[in-house]
């Protein structure tokens, strides 16, 4: 069983026992998996190489993750609700390396607070026809520096800006800000046309009002990573439109087109 196998949760036959009665979860903050274990049939494994961060919002909740042994990443987006010892949660949109998948799944997950952050449990999903138990350390990670952008966002438009030319490419992102940390995750044909997922997460804070700097600490990118990227320009138009654009050295401007969800 691979130690990436969160990104494919969606496409399993997922099936829980009743939850055990415990305090509401306030799970609002951005956390850091730990571990993952793996128990059922002839697996009983805990891994810690996969990098993933987690983003729960007031009401939403996103994922990447990216295992550095191949690259591979997987992402997931959709709402969530807390009620006692666990939390629900509905999945809008989800990729895992080369596969997209669009229909809307909901899930019940376990939930124990933790005095880091939490663990994650459900006890009983059919992956490859294997059923198994899934158990997820997390810790809270983030500041309690509150911003405008916190929340998830679905990217609406992307134009590609170079001197008099402008080319508008249709892809699949979407992007998490809470608690200083951001994530986000890109489905899309590559120049060969073969489908991939691509995703990024680190930290980000503003530069004045109207600029965001972003920090990539993990990505399937290498060539991003801890590197000096330049400031985003974003432009808010009320709430819930965001419009972020990235100048290169050449001058071509990248420009997203964002909405809360």
């Known amino acids: 069983m691979k130690a990436f196998i969160l990104g494919f949760l969606v496409i399993g036959a997922i099936s829980c026992k009743t939850p055990v009665k415990k305090e509401i979860p ?27 961060l987690k983003i729960f919002t007031e009401d939403h909740i996103m994922y990447a993750n990216v295992n550095p042994t191949n690259s591979i990443a997987a992402f997931g987006i959709g709402s969530y609700v807390a009620d006692t010892g666990f939390i629900l949660e509905k999945i809008i949109f989800s990729a895992a390396d080369s596969a997209d998948y669009s229909t809307p799944i909901s899930f019940i ?20 026809g294997q059923k198994i138990r899934l158990t997820e350390e997390y810790e809270l990670v983030g500041n309690d520096v509150k911003n405008p952008l916190d929340g998830a966002w679905k990217e609406m438009r992307y134009l590609i800006v170079k001197g008099t030319d402008t080319t508008e490419r249709i892809r699949n ?27 990024a997460f680190g930290t980000f804070s503003m530069e004045g009002t109207n600029k965001i700097k972003e920090i990539v600490i993990t990505s399937n990118d290498p060539s991003i990573t801890l590197q000096d990227l330049p400031s985003i320009d974003n432009e808010m138009n009320g709430p819930d439109d965001s419009k972020q654009t990235i100048t290169g050295k050449d001058g071509t401007k990248y420009i997203s087109f964002f909405q809360r969800l």
């Open 26 to 52: 306030q799970m609002a903050g951005a956390y850091s998996m730990l571990s993952q274990s793996i128990k059922g049939g002839n697996t009983d494994t805990t891994y810690y190489i996969l990098q993933q």
């Open 109 to 128: 997950i376990l939930i124990e607070k933790t005095p880091k952050g939490y663990n994650q449990v459900i006890p009983e999903m059919t992956i490859q």
């Open 173 to 199: 992102k979407f992007k998490a800000f809470y608690g200083g940390r951001f994530l986000e995750g890109l489905f899309e044909k590559d120049s060969t046309q073969t489908p991939r997922t691509s995703i």
